[in-house]
């Protein structure tokens, strides 16, 4: 039977190149993952430097009785240069103490005013402080000291041997990077964050939850159980899903021209941003309910009209709760795709530099892919490892929406 | 009139015949069903049908499959209204009242007619919530003993109760198919109906939850006027007192089940019941 085998054959050979396939996207999405934690994971580690900083009252300028503002007014930018200077004991020249100062980090004078804020009992004493170490000592720590590491550096020569005293004194660590959590975006790596950008996310996705929450589902019932079949739906119908394909920075444009031009919107805010993201969610939202809504069996329809039930009893009552998973996997799809969105919020302006979290709708935002943005435009070379760890955390976020998704359909289809 | 050119006419005539107590022509049909046509985006589907339904007794529709049967069933409690392009013209009335007039609210109107459909069709919830959804919705119980009341009335009712009695919050999908059927009639029966049309309620069950259902059907004429469509002849045979045949979308003749099946008026109705058409 010369057919059987040839047909054998031809489903092995569709076996095989199904499995060449998925091989070839696995390990694309393998290469990515690899690269992207590779480069990322040390924007969550960074270098600090143990420095002794004498803060005794002649030292820092202060009498025995002194108010809060006098110790907010302590010049704490002298009292780390000095501190680090007695680690070095040679003499040094103008020139060569503006290198030493640069081992440790532009932020490291704000970091000693936090703790003696919080600590004025520290004033009259000299203590042991571990401050952020400056992003060229961080990557020169953190890359291994290879060779080739070292050619790379942006440290002298004279640094790399300050460096490797303190190494050898114990007083450089790696610790766990919090800032790169709780800090907004700066000019200086050491010291950016994603908090500020992930706050803006957080508003700017709220707005647009809402929003395609309710008009996306509503109009997808509307359509679905209470139109007439007619030129008119079928026009909407067509409309809505070709605005599904539209790029979005056209969404970004349109919010540009209406929210700002006409309406007078502030810019760069995160609810123009959410507002602008719902533009270009609705859709998805719209047709994923619709295509749940039509899920729903007929004969509960029947059933439910059977007994006298209104038709908004009947859509209310029973053929939305039935098609509850599928719009919810339709509305966080469609958020999970809203919050890696760049092109529309570039539109709008949430891409200025944001040193400060928003604490409300109306103020300038960031937003986490946006931020990815800045930060890979960014000349300073640690900013490649920041750039990395918040592509990592944009991809957790995405995860735990996905995850969030599978455990809410679960639940409902019980 | 036009009621006189019909088949209906003198068999009516005949049935009087054998039984002048009951069947007296004073007595006024529950529904009244005159020059009905419906069509399906401009195609016909039944064509004139005039048909009377007693009260309190089973009328079996039957016919072969696309004769018109269950779309003349749907029209009864405006079910067609939900199909896209359908149109009904003619004249049918519930005890007297017009049921297109446009006064007419077809809540109401569905309350008063249930359905039973071809697939048992429960809520993918409780037992319980099954049967209170509808007095609940029509306000016909609020307090949670008379919804009990109701719920347990209406299962034993359809011969259901000492079968869920011990598990009315379990799913009602969980049951067997002619459990479930017999569920849906509880719900059916639940809002106090006078009329209960079935659209071959038997079609998806075994022989012995068939034999169930045709008890039931029996025990419920009693209450509540019956219309049931059906495939079977055996099962016409069996439950309904008055039987109407269809075909092409014309109601070819209606009589008392016995005659219909013995000795029917119309040779397109012999060709039927004999097997030789259908």
Known sequence: MPGVVDRHRGEERFRRLGLAAIAISMSFLAFFLVSIIGTGYGAFIQTAIKIDVDLTYQEVGLEETFTPEDLAGVSYRSAVRSAMRTLIPEDLGRRESRALYGLIGAGAEFELRDIVLAQPELVGTITSFWLTASDDVDLYNKSGLTEASAQQTRLTDKQIEWYSALKTDDRIVKRFNWTFLTGSDSRDPEVAGVWGAMVGSFFALGVCLLLSCFVGVLTAVYLEEFAARNRWTQFLEININNLAAVPSITFGLLGLAIFLGFFGLPRSASLVGGMVLALMTLPTVIISSRVALQAVAPSIREAAFGIGASRVQTVFHHVVPLALPGILTGIIIGMARALGETAPLLMIGMVAFIADPPTNLTQPASALPVQVYLWADSPERAFAEKTAGAILVLLVFLLMMNLFAVILRRKFEK | ?278
């Open chain 2, 1 to 278: 009139m036009m009621l006189e050119r019909t088949h209906v006419q003198p068999l009516t005539v005949n049935s009087s015949r054998d039984e002048p107590s009951t069947d007296d022509a004073s007595v006024a049909p529950k529904i009244r069903a005159s020059g009905v046509n419906v069509s399906y985006s401009g195609r016909l589907a039944i064509n004139n049908v005039n048909l009377d339904i007693k009260a309190k007794s089973v009328t079996a529709l039957i016919g072969p499959s696309g004769c018109g049967k269950t779309t003349f069933l749907r029209c009864i409690n405006r079910m067609n209204d939900l199909i896209e392009g359908c149109e009904v013209t003619g004249n049918i009335t519930l005890d007297n009242e017009d049921v297109y007039g446009s006064d007419v609210d077809v809540v109401v109107l569905r309350r008063r007619i249930g359905m039973v459909f071809q697939k048992h069709n429960p809520f993918p919830k409780s037992i319980y919530e099954n049967v209170a959804y509808g007095p609940r919705i029509h306000g016909q119980a609020t307090k949670g003993d008379d919804l009990n009341q109701i719920v347990e009335r209406s299962l034993v009712r359809a011969g259901l109760w000492d079968e869920v009695k011990d598990r009315l919050d379990a799913p009602a999908t969980g049951l067997s198919g002619g459990q479930q059927q017999r569920l849906c009639i509880a719900r059916a029966i639940a809002v106090e109906p006078d009329v209960i049309l079935m659209d071959e309620p038997c079609s998806a069950l075994d022989p012995i939850a068939t034999a169930r259902i045709e008890e039931l059907i029996d025990d419920l004429k009693t209450k509540y006027t019956i219309v049931i469509v059906t495939h079977s002849m055996q099962q016409a045979a069996r439950v309904s007192q008055r039987t109407a045949f269809f075909h092409l979308g014309e109601l070819v003749e209606e009589n008392e089940a016995k005659i219909i099946f013995t000795n029917p008026s119309d040779e397109r109705t012999r060709a039927y019941v004999t097997g030789s058409i259908g």
